[in-house]
């Protein structure tokens, strides 16, 4: 797959409490924005590659966008941990010769709607009373009744496990976290499309924000947005026909192990991902190592996403994250700038598509915290998924 596909279009709608609009309506206005960019009529897409989880189907934008032969469509499951799942499918259908223009996308109201990952979604109410059933973690039957109902509470107790692992204290580990909710929340200041631009974060406010579940407080956590994003992908000989600048696309994976769709860590340490097997291949596949990456933009539905992302890409030694980001930070100053739109916990959560749209802007020379001479972008989910994008 190495550099025979390309990114030529990106989409996007404001990120909000309360779009009111229909999710349908937002996927169509990212959808639209994407091939303009790209200068590419809807008529020209053969392709569509969705969530699986999303309310908006392959037959509703067909019939909204007018086109007449959709060749090949596709969906991937799960929520934030298949973020570069979609660049995978889209790419491989590409090279395969299913389709030649393939949009991905994303659509939510989140906010203004249902939080995906809340135990309502997953215990049914029966009466007076709720059953939870199966193995899912949260919510499941051997978590939800015991008051385990959302993914930002498993994430913390990862956490507490990791800074038993790694030796760090709960002073030092706070110290950390407050390094990747601040320093994101800075590159937020300076972006027009981050929810959290006007509001100002230090370690004052961080420290006041209230406990949510220990040891992870109230800026650790994710925001919950309204938003639609959207991609086109093309193989690499159109996309140079379309664009000067366009984003190839080095490797994509994704993956599952044991019990990954209920959050439950199957591994002898919390500070080694089962995935993370797969990140040598990764980066194999694109031809780098590393120490090429220009910027990484890690899937952050919590703080303590970012200090176990930085271990399962390379950046930081096994179980010393915590001391990287005392010593370094993630900043524009730091030997890899991380999540330089402000990521989850101050753009907005769109489940990692903005994550890829921001490496598509780093990489474009377009982004609103630019890293000087960004040649290689990484976007990761240390869970399961990954891609790696490159300029020309």
Not at 99 to 108: D, E, M, N, P
Not at 302 to 330: C, D, K, M, N
Request: proline residues 4%.
């Amino acid at each position: 797959m190495y550099r025979k596909t390309a990114i030529v279009g990106i989409g996007s709608t404001e990120f909000s409490k309360n779009s009111g609009r229909s999710e349908w309506e937002l996927a169509l206005e990212a959808i639209l924005a994407a091939l303009a960019d790209a200068g590419v009529e809807p008529a020209e897409v053969d392709g569509i590659v969705r969530f699986a989880y999303d309310n908006v189907t392959h037959p509703m934008l067909v019939r909204a966008l007018g086109i007449r032969d959709l060749r090949w469509y596709g969906d991937i499951p799960l929520g934030g941990t298949a973020q570069c799942g979609v660049i995978a499918q889209a790419s491989a259908a590409i090279v395969a010769g299913l389709a030649k223009t393939v949009i991905v996308f994303r659509s939510l109201n989140e906010r203004s709607g249902v939080r995906y990952g809340r135990a309502e979604r997953n215990i049914a109410a029966t009466g007076d009373q709720v059953e939870a059933s199966g193995d899912r973690t949260p919510s499941g039957q051997f978590s939800g009744p015991y008051g385990l109902h959302a993914p930002g509470q498993v994430q913390a107790m990862w956490c507490q496990r990791y800074m038993h692992e790694a030796g760090a204290t709960a002073e030092q580990m706070t110290d950390a976290l407050a390094t990747v909710a601040i320093q994101q929340r800075q590159y937020a200041r300076t972006n027009p499309m981050a929810m959290m631009r006007d509001k100002p974060l230090d370690a004052e406010i961080y420290r006041a924000g209230r406990m949510i579940s220990a040891p992870l407080r109230l800026y650790d956590y994710c925001l919950e947005s309204d938003g639609a994003i959207a991609l086109v992908i093309t193989g690499a000989e159109h996309a140079r026909s379309l664009r000067s600048d366009p984003t190839y696309i080095l490797a994509a994976q994704q993956s599952l192990y044991p019990h990954s769709e209920s959050m439950t860590v199957y591994a002898d340490s919390i500070t080694r991902f089962p995935a993370a097997g797969n990140i040598d291949k990764l980066y194999r596949d694109a031809r780098i190592t590393a120490g090429d990456i220009s910027c990484a933009q890690l899937y952050d539905a919590t703080s303590f996403a970012v200090v176990v992302g930085l271990e399962t890409y390379g950046f930081a030694p096994h179980g010393q994250a915590w001391r990287h980001l005392l010593e370094q930070g993630i900043g524009p100053n730091s030997a890899t700038p991380v999540n330089t739109h402000g990521g989850h916990l101050s753009e907005g959560y769109i489940h990692g598509m903005n994550h890829l749209t921001e490496a598509v802007r780093q990489l474009r020379g377009t982004a609103a915290n630019p890293v000087q001479g960004a040649q290689i972008a990484l976007v990761g989910c240390s869970m399961d998924s990954s891609a790696i994008l490159g300029n020309g």
